[in-house]
């Protein structure tokens, strides 16, 4: 009679082990998951911290007019409205070349190549300009003054285009700023 009182206490202790590595499979899913949403999470941030600086950039540089650029005698004013847009400028380029280095690893070729070609077409382009320069004659200051103002004008004719217009731009990072779906990039 007593070998039978024991049988039942075997079959408990060999469950157990199997029940300690249900919970431990339990947690090491749940853990998988989290870690899951996390780089989900991680990943939609940075790409859009990308997609912000870029937009912010399209924005600012539809915001420059290229008539602010007076010029004071022989040389371009060191006005507020210069040393302004030059900070815009310099601002906005150093956060789209961060923003551009990131791209290479966060989204397809084919949208960094785009965004490659919005850096050349705006702080590249940009860059010619000197806002400091000096001229021997006021008649060669107001001919820099005119490059200036077709410099711009040229810039923002490029970003006017559909593929860096806010609904086009915004449809290019679409796929990839989708929070639900973690396959939503192609």
Known sequence: MSGELWEP???????GPVAIAGAVAWVAFWQFRVAKEKLRHDLFDRRMSVYL??????TEFLSIKPGDFRIAGSKISPS???EKTLQIIEKLASEMEKSLALSVFLFSDE?????????KTTYIEANTIDLTKTFQHHKDAIEYQKFIESTFATIQTNLRKKEF?????????????????????P
């Open 9 to 15: 206490v075997r079959y408990v202790a060999a469950l």
């Open 53 to 58: 600086a870029f937009s912010k950039a399209i």
């Open 80 to 82: 507020p409205q210069n």
């Open 111 to 119: 949208l960094h190549q785009k965004m490659k070609t919005l850096f």
């Open 165 to 185: 217009r806010f609904d086009g731009f915004s449809e290019l990072f679409a796929p990839y700023l989708k929070l639900r779906d973690f396959t939503a990039a």
